[in-house]
């Protein structure tokens, strides 16, 4: 949200000063149509570039990052996305009802997990080996057991293969469940604190509210 906030503020700002420019040159001076619009699309790309730049260090300022380190979390959301267009390519491969289930279970919360780093790049450290191993064991092993269930050998070996896959997805899916809880639990404390704030602000307030409705029943 914030990243599509941010363009439309970019351009919204560059377009008016690249095309007053353009006006700008194109009667206050000497230069002809070809080289004012020339001009215009150098002017609005630089424009668009350097807001970009200084809204990227804002924004790394307000999160308490350095640029690089914002960076670094980008690249590694760019390629959890690129390794979850992959697991979802494996729909279509799986054959059974279970598999199938695994499969959008585990895509579900991979999703929710690169959604939340990416509105909170900090919370990324909170769930680095989701990026780093646990998003990767799920692409591989799925796509092992696509692999093995197409195959048209049915024989024992392949069956306990599957079977010992299929059991390894489980436990990958409960790692990604975990991690999701990782992702979210300062969000939970913090949550907890502002309802004992509200808790214990409200109890303080109540017995001035009870002595009071009690002053007015008793001048009834």
Do not use: C
């Not at 790309?45 to 979390?73: C, H, P």
């Not at 436990?171 to 969000?187: C, K, T």
């Amino acid at each position: 949200m914030t990243e599509i906030k941010h363009f439309f503020m970019r351009h919204f700002i560059a377009v008016p000063i690249s095309f007053g420019s353009w006006i700008y040159l194109l009667f206050g001076t000497s230069l002809n149509f070809f080289a004012a619009t020339g001009l215009l699309i150098v002017i609005y790309f630089a424009s668009s570039f350097t807001i970009k730049q200084i809204q990227i260090q804002s924004m790394t300022k307000k999160l308490g990052m350095k640029r690089s380190e914002y960076n670094y979390i980008k690249g590694q959301l760019h390629e959890a996305r690129r390794k979850l267009k992959r697991l979802n390519s494996y729909y279509g491969k799986v054959r059974s009802v279970q598999a199938f289930r695994q499969l959008h279970e585990m895509n579900l919360l991979s999703r929710k997990i690169i959604n939340i780093v990416k509105t909170n790049p900090q919370k990324f450290y909170q769930v680095e080996n989701f990026f780093y191993a646990h998003l990767d064991s799920a692409v591989e092993l799925t796509s092992k057991y696509s692999i093995l269930v197409n195959q048209p050998l049915k024989d024992k070996e392949i069956q306990v293969a599957l079977q010992d896959t299929r059991e390894t997805l489980n436990d990958v899916s409960e790692q990604l469940e975990r991690d999701l809880r990782n992702a979210i639990s300062s969000d939970i404390e913090t949550l907890k604190m502002e309802i004992d704030f509200v808790d214990v602000t409200m109890n303080k307030n109540k017995p001035l509210l009870e002595m009071k409705g009690d002053t007015d029943h008793d001048r009834k």
